[in-house]
Nanobody, 123 residues
Framework: VQLVESGGGLVQAGGSLKLSCVAS????????MSWVRQAPGKGPEWIST????????YYADSVKGRFTISRDNTLKTVYLQMTALKSDDTAVYFC?????????????????RGQGTQVTVSS
């Protein structure tokens, strides 16, 4: 399993970024995918999950209404559109694979994750 994130960077508060994660090594279309972030000195924080076909999505309260998760099973890619960014959103963002096929739910639940992409929001 390989998960490769991209799209991070430095953005001003109130700005937007779109993260991408390209997956390989497993049947992407059968698994929910999630985004998790980790800020300096803190533990991992689950922020969003999308089910295997994109019909169901889940969001942490901290990002609900500002972030949108989506996926393209043809491209084996999951996205995270982030808007109205705040300094508290500064973190390394990881995409992760849900452990069980055809199932999904909120929360920190994964068996693989990528190397991450840094998002820094300046105030």
């Amino acid at each position: 399993v390989q998960l490769v994130e991209s799209g991070g960077g430095l953005v001003q508060a109130g700005g937007s970024l779109k993260l991408s994660c390209v997956a390989s090594g497993f049947r992407f279309e059968n698994y929910a995918m999630s985004w998790v972030r980790q800020a300096p000195g803190k533990g991992p924080e689950w922020i969003s999950t999308i089910n295997y076909d994109g019909d169901d999505t889940y969001y942490a309260d901290s990002v609900k209404g500002r972030f949108t998760i989506s996926r393209d099973n043809t491209l084996k890619t999951v996205y995270l559109q982030m808007t109205a960014l705040k300094s508290d959103d500064t973190a390394v963002y990881f995409c992760s694979k849900y452990p069980f096929n055809f199932r999904a739910g909120p929360g920190l639940n994964y068996d693989y994750r990528g190397q991450g992409t840094q998002v820094t929001v300046s105030s």
